[in-house]
T-cell receptor
Framework: NAGVTQTPKFRVLKTGQSMTLLCAQDMNHEYMYWYRQDPGMGLRLIHY???????AKGEVPDGYNVSRLKKQNFLLGLESAAPSQTSVYFC???????????FGPGTRLTVT | AQSVAQPEDQVNVAEGNPLTVKCTYSVSGNPYLFWYVQYPNRGLQFLLK??????LVKGSYGFEAEFNKSQTSFHLKKPSALVSDSALYFCAVRGDAGGGNKLTFGTGTQLKVEL
């Protein structure tokens, strides 16, 4: 049982490049989330999903897109990376009934 | 809109002394409250939660938290701190009116436990 995994762990992009971050969970959780963590700002919700095929915007969705084609996977895309998207990105999942979220190890992204 | 405040950026405690990390919240309806811990270069780990029931909630690693509805607070406590407790602690709240179990996190409190 690996829990929540994220790929890749580190990435450096140039401004304007695109990339996709992959999140996978093996706990059969209904809900999944993408956050970004910046110093002094805590975690901010980017997008989330309440089930396969559904996505919704969070607090800071601009510049990001997501897809959840399979229940166990949640993808975060950056179409045209900007330096302001330099951050640590965390994926999380949550069961429908017990409310707490389980986090992946994070992806450190630098945009130059 | 719901919000969480962690008024202290850093808390310093001597090993063996009790520790408190403060959290206050604002939410419509009944609050669901959580504490998470983050060690360097790691994801967040769930410590404990308050949904309903006893105001004193016990969690992992000897931590506990006290829910105080009148003061809208949910302070994290431990009777005897360990050096290994040094980490970044986040308080989070979920309002019962929201969908998707969305959480709003505080900005975090760095706990430093010294010998």
């Amino acid at each position: 049982n690996a829990g929540v995994t994220q790929t890749p762990k580190f990435r450096v992009l140039k401004t304007g490049q695109s990339m996709t971050l992959l999140c996978a969970q093996d706990m059969n959780h209904e809900y999944m989330y993408w956050y970004r963590q910046d110093p002094g700002m805590g975690l901010r919700l980017i997008h989330y999903s309440v089930g396969e095929g559904t996505t919704a915007k969070g607090e800071v969705p601009d510049g990001y897109n997501v897809s959840r084609l399979k229940k166990q996977n949640f993808l975060l895309g950056l179409e045209s990376a900007a330096p302001s998207q330099t951050s640590v990105y965390f994926c999380a999942s949550s069961p429908f009934t017990t409310y707490e979220q389980y986090f992946g190890p994070g992806t450190r992204l630098t945009v130059t | 809109a719901q919000s969480v405040a962690q008024p202290e950026d850093q808390v310093n405690v001597a090993e063996g002394n009790p520790l408190t990390v403060k959290c206050t919240y604002s939410v419509s309806g009944n609050p669901y409250l959580f504490w998470y811990v983050q060690y360097p270069n790691r994801g967040l780990q769930f410590l404990l939660k308050y949904i309903t029931g006893d105001n004193l909630v016990k969690g992992s690693y000897g931590f506990e938290a006290e829910f105080n509805k009148s003061q809208t607070s949910f302070h994290l406590k431990k009777p005897s701190a360990l050096v290994s407790d040094s980490a970044l602690y986040f308080c989070a709240v979920r309002g019962d009116a929201g969908g998707g179990n969305k959480l709003t996190f505080g900005t975090g409190t760095q706990l430093k436990v010294e010998l």
